[in-house]
């Protein structure tokens, strides 16, 4: 495994670079993606749109794994070092250029995150990050009590010692998401095949042949594994390292209410947004988070009773269901991405903060297939840094 540190310092010397031409056999444009998540399902779409011959395959349903339970969140804020805050930025312009593509059916909330920290509960270190993002020219900015009520009138938010509004941060549905690019993937001519279990993986001489399915033998040029915490066993089975993680996340999510939230909003403790369709979505830490609970729609209970503090216009709503998921996390932090060393074909995407990349990891992922580039801003990402050790 590769630690941070070592990681910071191959940015810097540009240790990573993989020569994509080299890696591409010539021939063919039939590509077959592994996952329909959000990442999946951007890769898809970017590649079908430039004329790729597309199969995306998925274990279960469109985004029923990690993406169905992801709190969504769009941001660049709180990412480090400065090259990952530059790719997520470049993944909050590429879901504006997506939604001029797609139109109003791709339902973005762009109305940025209020974030705050009561005196003394690290309001000093809330103003540090946004200051060091500041420095980087993100758009956000301390804003004092009368501007947070503003911001977020049904928010009560209790003694404030420090605040900041993120303008550019957004969010997402991302199951709504997922089905219009699978939908505007499929009339560039794609097809999306469900349920289909990757079993095995026919290899000779440096390149996957075909992917052995529950369907039967699937041939095809170039194989995309963007399957989340999935694409370990299926890279494992070419040889490739792909060091993964999870995280548990625990969210509640009420029935459509009247609009409450034009924006996603941080209170000390939860984390608060609402859906285009009402629905609020919360999640975070709470006094008794070490009690036991006897089910799940009683955690959810809990962690709605916790946002009402901040949003009293909750207090008394139940739970309607509540999600919980495993969050894909590389094991340095960052995104592994590009194709395998050893087998020529195999192109490897997975990544934490999934819904903020997706489709400009889709953008640039076309790119490095369809016209055999390598993009700069992706060498730090490469699967080999695990390889080198």
Do not use: C
Not at 22 to 36: N, T, Y
Not at 196 to 209: H, I, K, N, Q, S
Not at 307 to 325: H, N, S, Y
Not at 332 to 339: A, E, K, Q, V
């Amino acid at each position: 495994m590769m630690n941070r540190r070592r990681f910071l310092q191959a940015i810097s010397a540009g240790a990573m670079a993989v020569p994509l031409r080299s890696l591409w056999a010539a021939g063919g444009d039939r590509v077959v993606v592994v996952g329909a998540g959000i990442l999946g399902s951007s890769i898809a779409y970017h590649l079908a749109k430039r004329g790729a011959k597309v199969t995306v395959l998925e274990k279960k349903a469109p985004a029923s794994g990690t993406t169905a339970d992801s709190f969504a969140y769009i941001n660049a804020s709180h990412k480090q070092p400065r090259p990952y805050y530059e790719l997520n930025h470049l993944g909050i312009q590429a879901w504006r250029r997506l939604q001029q593509e797609l139109g109003p059916e791709l339902q973005v909330q762009w109305g940025g995150a209020v974030e705050w920290r009561a005196a003394g509960e690290g309001s000093e270190k809330l103003l540090t990050t946004l200051h060091q993002y500041q420095q980087w020219g993100y758009d956000a900015w301390q804003i004092d009590e009368e501007d947070l009520h503003r911001l977020a009138p049904q928010v009560s938010p209790g003694p404030v010692g420090a605040a900041a509004f993120y303008k550019e941060d957004a969010a997402v549905d991302p199951v709504q998401a997922v089905n219009l690019l699978l939908r505007k993937a499929r009339e560039f001519g794609a097809t999306v095949d469900y349920p289909v279990e990757v079993t095995g993986l026919d290899l000779a001489d440096g390149r996957l042949r075909a992917l052995q399915t529950t369907r039967g033998r699937i041939e095809a040029d170039l194989f995309i594994l963007a399957a989340g915490i999935g694409t370990p066993p299926l890279a494992k089975g070419a040889g490739a390292e792909v060091p993964l993680s999870t995280s548990t996340g625990v969210l509640a999510h009420t029935a459509p209410l009247p609009a409450l939230l034009d924006r996603v909003v941080f209170a000390p403790g939860a984390s608060i947004r609402q859906n285009s369709d009402g629905s609020i979505i919360t999640s975070g830490t709470f006094e008794g988070k070490t009690q036991e609970f006897p089910n799940d729609k009683s955690q959810g209970q809990a962690l709605l009773e916790n946002a009402a503090r901040f949003v009293p216009k909750l207090r008394g709503v139940q739970v309607a269901r509540v999600t919980t998921g495993s969050r894909v996390l590389p094991k340095d932090g960052f995104p592994i991405l590009g194709f395998d060393e050893n087998v020529r074909n195999l192109y490897i995407a997975a990544t934490h903060s999934g819904v903020t990349l997706a489709p400009v990891i889709g953008q640039f992922v076309s790119l490095e297939v369809l016209d055999r580039i390598s993009v700069d801003v992706l060498q730090p990402y490469r699967p080999a840094r695990f390889a080198r050790g």
